[in-house]
């Protein structure tokens, strides 16, 4: 997959690469996300309400949205300063190892207030490492990119985020067929954990044979690395590093209200078995794809910015529809919802590998897009499955229908006013 003549990778490999990295990251997240709302609130939070049991649960998915952060600083910092495929190897090890220890893990009957303390560290450690991945797995694709093909390379790491979910749910289902509750609960959740190693060593293998990309060369030649890239990126792209969060709001609202708290609301107060709804959401995750792919091709020919406003109008009418549907009392109803849901998802998720890194130069781009990208999923999706679980106890559905089409809303006037040239870099490319 090397060209013979330039000894460069293929754009092939170059795809392939960043698509399996992020696959393999965002398996690692989503067998978390699954675990948490099925069985990790009896295992490690022993608390009399099994409503609370789930809140803290949660709970632990969110802490690593707000190491992811942290990683994008620290991955952000040397991927500007070193370049791009090291650091991407570095994420990779590191989420991995978490997610391998987590399967080893001894639960609360074991070894006490130790076991929820270690998830919760293995947890951070989870997202410290995404906090690197995303960012320079799409400047991995981008900056590889011919300039009428940039969205089209820079969707192919946002595939792996539907990749990484069917694999992780779909060794969840198959769990759920060939395992009793019991031996699922006792030790048949370690197993997606597990067998993460294998996943991990498949996206090394792949990475190491990788070349730094063009822009970054350049970049070292124009001169030398900045010597904190965050403070370069605070100092002169403030309107970008904010616009770009609030823009990314809406992608993460919407994604892990459609999995994580639709998969604990469904399978708990709806009273759906396990392994039908991962059934129906394994089917629905499809439609996320399809999505991606469509907005990255309409992005080329319209622009990044475009596709994600509509994204952002098309989110509110899903938040519109999230009751009525979600409660229709068939689970083919609910089907429905979340195939146009994750749909819909496409269009204000796949379009950002091109239009975030667009907003930032090349010697601070790593920095500046793994932040705007990994604040957005504080913001968007750290508490997302929480709130909503509680909006729900609360108020109901139409609530929590409410606050996703609010977050779109956020993200609409966000990409609003970054239009035209910014950080010397065009943001708007016009139509054919």
């Known amino acids: 997959m090397s060209n013979a003549a330039g000894g460069t990778p293929s754009s092939a490999r170059i795809l392939v690469a960043s698509l399996v990295g992020t696959a393999v990251e965002f398996y690692d997240f989503y067998i978390y996300a699954t675990a948490a709302s099925l069985v990790f609130g009896p295992l490690f939070f022993p608390v009399a309400s099994p409503s609370a049991q789930l809140m803290a649960a949660y709970g632990s998915f969110g802490i690593a949205f707000l190491a992811r952060p942290l990683g994008s600083i620290v991955f952000g910092h040397f991927g500007d300063r070193i370049g791009r495929k090291s650091t991407l190897v570095a994420s990779l090890l590191l989420m991995g190892g978490s997610t391998v220890l987590i399967g080893l893990l001894p639960t609360y009957d074991s070894i006490g207030w130790l076991a929820p303390f270690l998830l919760c560290v293995l947890r951070f450690g989870q997202g410290f490492g995404l906090g690197g991945e995303w960012g320079g797995a799409v ?14 390379y820079g969707m192919f790491p946002q595939i792996g985020a539907p990749v990484g979910f069917i694999a992780a749910n779909g060794l969840f289902l198959l769990l759920g067929e060939f395992l009793t509750p019991a031996q699922f609960h006792d030790w048949g959740w370690r197993l997606p954990f597990l067998g993460s190693a294998v ?3 498949l996206g090394l293998w792949v990475r190491l044979k990788l070349t730094e990309t063009p822009a970054f060369a350049k970049a070292l030649e124009e001169g030398p690395p900045p010597a904190v890239p965050l403070a370069e990126v605070a100092r002169d792209f403030p309107r970008q590093t904010l616009g770009g969060t609030f823009a990314a709001i809406a992608c993460f609202a919407l994604f892990y209200l459609a999995t994580a708290f639709a998969l604990g609301y469904g399978t708990t107060t709806l009273g759906y078995s396990r392994t039908a709804f991962l059934g129906v959401q394994l089917g629905a995750i499809l439609f996320l794809a399809v999505g991606i792919i469509a907005a990255g091709w309409w992005a080329d020919l319209a622009s990044p910015r475009r596709v994600l406003m509509v994204g952002c109008v098309m989110t509110a009418l899903v938040g519109l529809a999230l009751a ?5 009392g068939s689970l083919t109803v609910v089907g429905l919802f979340l195939c146009l849901a994750l749909l819909v998802m496409g269009f204000v998720y796949g379009p950002l590998g091109a239009w975030l890194p667009s907003l930032f130069p090349a010697r601070v781009r790593y920095t500046g897009t793994s932040m705007t990208f990994n604040l957005g999923g504080i913001l968007g999706g750290g508490i997302a499955p929480v709130l909503a679980q509680s909006l729900a106890q609360s108020g109901g559905l139409p609530y929590v229908g409410a606050y996703l089409a609010g977050a779109a809303l956020i993200s609409l006037a966000a990409l609003y006013p970054l239009r035209g040239r910014t950080a010397g870099v065009a943001v708007e490319t016009p139509g054919p």
Request: hydrophobic letters at 55%; a positive charge.
């Open 199 to 201: 996943l991990v060593l």
């Open 139 to 152: 400047l991995l694709a981008v900056e590889n990119a011919p300039p009428s093909h940039r969205a089209r």
């Open 324 to 328: 009525p549907m979600m409660a229709s």
